[in-house]
């Protein structure tokens, strides 16, 4: 079974910065799209970024475009966001999926149906 675990969430004061890490098991992880995404009570959970398993390709929510930014290290099976000028409504539970299914377009990265494995998710707590 491919294990994927976050980390790095807590919290920060607005304006801060963090970055969350996934680390996934396996030695198939370069053959795995990657997404983020977050969840508040009473919402649906929403795609924040995905990094196609070739690197080459991304994508990131317009709520979070030029603030956050999504990469990938093949060499330690991890794959990252690094979260900037944080507002109080990035706050939630970050969670990191695994899509192992064949790539066909970013599009389909941003659809939590789409994935095959998730973690267990990291809490991210913005103070003002």
């Known amino acids: 079974q491919v294990q994927l675990v976050e980390s790095g969430g807590g919290l920060v004061q607005a304006g801060g910065s963090l970055r969350l890490s996934c680390v996934v098991s396996?030695?198939?992880?370069?053959?795995?799209?990657m997404g983020w995404f977050r969840q508040n009570p009473g919402k649906d959970r929403e795609c924040v970024a995905a990094?196609?398993?070739?690197?080459?390709?991304?994508f990131y929510a317009e709520s979070v475009k030029g603030r956050f930014s999504i990469s990938k290290d093949n060499a330690k099976n991890t794959v990252y966001l690094e979260m900037n000028s944080l507002k109080s409504e990035d706050a939630a539970v970050y969670y990191c999926?695994?899509?192992?299914?064949?790539?066909?377009?970013?599009?389909?990265?941003?659809?939590?149906?789409?994935?095959?494995?998730w973690g267990q998710g990291t809490q991210v707590t913005v103070s003002s």
């Open positions: 990094i196609s398993r070739s690197g080459i390709s991304t």
């Open positions: 999926a695994a899509r192992e299914r064949a790539y066909i377009g970013t599009y389909l990265l941003t659809r939590g149906e789409e994935y095959d494995y």
């Open positions: 396996g030695r198939t992880f370069s053959t795995y799209d």
